[in-house]
């Protein structure tokens, strides 16, 4: 597929973005890819697609790994004994779930507000 020229599917320049993007925020992606469903999926095909080092991303791999199992293992020790969170679990559900997307929610609108000042 790389060898190939330009597709309306596959152009050579998003792997060049994909890339240079890895270069500068690919260990910050993949810690946070852990505690977002959807982005835990894709992060380890795109870093291998934009030629992530793969020594960095084991490392950073890894170093999520013991972030998430620490974090999930004594959140759930603190807050598995709570009555409000035993009569409340779909509350609870929803807020991790909010708590989940919120990196993606807050980058997306860092984003833009920097374009909206570079713009002016």
Known sequence: MFRYDDSWFFKKAYIERTHRYF???GGRTIIIARFVPVVR???PFVAGVGQMDYRR???FNAV?????VALI???GYLFGTVPV???NLTLVIFGIILLSISPAIIEVL???LRRAREAQ
């Open 57 to 59: 991303f084991f490392m």
């Open 73 to 75: 293992g004594y959140a």
């Open 41 to 43: 999926t894709y992060a």
């Open 64 to 68: 999520g790994g013991v972030i998430w």
């Open 85 to 87: 969170v035993q009569k």
């Open 110 to 112: 860092r984003h833009k």
């Open 23 to 25: 270069e500068r925020y």
